[in-house]
Structure formats: structure tokens, C-alpha cells
């Protein structure tokens, strides 16, 4: 995993390469992955990813949950009380489109509600 071991992209293009091997680095018509794609064309720094900027995201901060059989639910009117599983001052759960990213906590800003992320959730990608 990235987490046990990280590789610098040089010591990954200096690595020796053998063509009997798969895993090699090199296609099946000899050519190796660094010729077919230039890796000095990878963004490098923010400002190369000025493209995504403007991508809009769904970002939801869930306070907490409840379960219920229809029949509540119908039952419910103004002024109820849903009980959530969650208590005060625990950490709420911060998601971008819809994939958990952070924990954080509710605060107020100019008589609005806010949230301010206090852990960032790292997901294994395989």
C-alpha cells in the first residue's frame, strides 16, 4: 500500500526493467510506460489543477441518524422530536458527494450554521 512504502517518481523510473517480466514497466510491444506517457506533464502543484476548480461538489454535514418504521414517520408532525444517534458535542460526519472526507463540529458563523473540519477520513483505493 502507499501507506507501508512510497516511492519517488525518479527511483520509480530508474528501476531496472526486465522484459520477461509483466510488472516490468514495459507493454507488451516493448515500449515502457514512461515513453507512452510523458511524466513531466503531470501536475506538479495547485496551479496545475486550476482546471478542476470549477467542478461542483455536493458537500453534506450529517448530524446524525434515525431509524424508523413508516408508521412513525406518518405519525410525525409539527414540533416532534427526532432522537438521532449521535450526542452533543460529538463529532459529525462531513460528506462530498456522498464519500465520508472529515469529521468536524458545527459552529455559528453571522447567525448562520457552519462546519469546521477537525479530522480528514484517508480511504484505502484499490
Known amino acids: 500500500m502507499a501507506d507501508e512504502?512510497?516511492?519517488?517518481?525518479?527511483?520509480?523510473?530508474?528501476?531496472?526493467?526486465?522484459?520477461?517480466?509483466?510488472?516490468?514497466?514495459?507493454?507488451?510491444?516493448?515500449?515502457?510506460f514512461a515513453e507512452m506517457a510523458d511524466i513531466s506533464e503531470m501536475p506538479r502543484n495547485a496551479r496545475d489543477l486550476e482546471a478542476v476548480y470549477d467542478i461542483p461538489v455536493q458537500v453534506s454535514a450529517v448530524l446524525g441518524?434515525?431509524?424508523?418504521?413508516?408508521?412513525?414517520?406518518?405519525?410525525?408532525?409539527?414540533?416532534?422530536v427526532v432522537e438521532l444517534d449521535r450526542k452533543v458535542g460529538e463529532a459529525i460526519d462531513i460528506y462530498v458527494?456522498?464519500?465520508?472526507?472529515?469529521?468536524?463540529?458545527?459552529?455559528v458563523v453571522e447567525e448562520r450554521l457552519g462546519v469546521t473540519m477537525t479530522e480528514i477520513i484517508k480511504t484505502d483505493r484499490t
Open 65 to 80: 441518524k434515525a431509524t424508523m418504521q413508516v408508521s412513525q414517520l406518518l405519525k410525525l408532525g409539527r414540533g416532534a
Open 5 to 32: 512504502k512510497s516511492l519517488e517518481l525518479n527511483e520509480l523510473e530508474d528501476a531496472p526493467r526486465t522484459p520477461q517480466s509483466r510488472d516490468s514497466g514495459e507493454l507488451d510491444n516493448g515500449a515502457s
Open 97 to 107: 458527494n456522498n464519500r465520508l472526507v472529515a469529521r468536524g463540529e458545527v459552529v
